[in-house]
């Protein structure tokens, strides 16, 4: 079984600081894909960043990027100059093949100004 | 193009009553999904579909039913609702191809079981 851990339930960052947010999984399967969304108080799901197992470079997408250790299974996400609407709970996810998605518990961001 | 969307956004019910929750997406995604999300929990998938007419059974499928009887629709139905269903509900969709892979989420209907 495939499970996704977030250690964190809660973090805050000072506006403009860097904040890193962990996620663990756990899994037999050599090809898949992890997720990082954001879940503002909206609600709405957004995707934020994602990689493929089999690529050993770091995914970025502008202020965020990921750490990806495939051994240690270990999938952090970092926020460079966080900004006020980057306040919002986040979601590790990880996806095998066969398209089935697992979800982490969250964590919440909160960005102070 | 709206995305995914979901009907209706809020719903009350008594216990024992029936409803069924719409998802529609109009990008021509192959694979729909229907999660819960509860406090501490993240979301939990339910139901999903990897096709027209096809359904299958996620990890918490007990309670609901499904069907997918057109491409773009994916139908969640509660037969008897019950206070443990109470939690906001999320549809989401994808081509389901190793490359195009990114899961879209509708914005939820919050579901109150009395």
């Known amino acids: 079984a495939q499970t996704v851990t977030q250690s964190q339930p809660e973090m805050s960052v000072q506006e403009a600081e860097t904040v890193t947010l962990s996620c663990t999984y756990d899994t037999s399967e050599n090809n898949y894909y992890l997720f990082w969304y954001k879940q503002p108080p909206s609600r709405q799901m957004i995707l934020v960043i994602r990689q493929e197992a089999y690529k050993q470079q770091n995914a970025t997408e502008n202020r965020f990027s990921v750490n990806f250790q495939k051994a240690a299974k270990s999938f952090s996400l970092k926020i460079s100059d966080s900004q006020l609407g980057d306040t919002a709970m986040y979601f590790c996810?990880?996806?095998?093949?066969?398209?089935?998605?697992?979800f982490g518990t969250g964590t919440s961001l909160t960005v102070i100004p | 193009n709206a995305g995914v969307t979901q009907t209706p956004k809020f719903r009350v019910l008594k216990t024992g009553q029936s409803m069924t929750l719409l998802c529609a997406q109009d990008?021509?995604?192959?694979?729909m999904y229907w999660y819960r999300q509860d406090p501490g929990m993240g979301l939990r998938l339910i139901h999903y579909s990897v096709g027209e007419g096809t359904t299958a059974k996620g990890e918490v499928p007990d309670g609901y039913n499904v069907s997918r009887l057109k491409k773009q629709n994916f139908l969640l139905g509660l037969e008897s609702a019950a206070p443990s269903q109470t939690s906001v509900y999320f549809c989401?969709?994808?081509?389901?191809?190793?490359?195009?892979?990114?899961?879209?989420f509708g914005p939820g209907t919050r579901l109150t079981v009395l």
């Open positions: 989401a969709s994808n081509y389901g191809s190793p490359v195009a892979d990114t899961q879209y």
């Open positions: 996810a990880f996806m095998k093949q066969g398209n089935q998605f697992y």
């Open positions: 990008m021509n995604h192959e694979y």
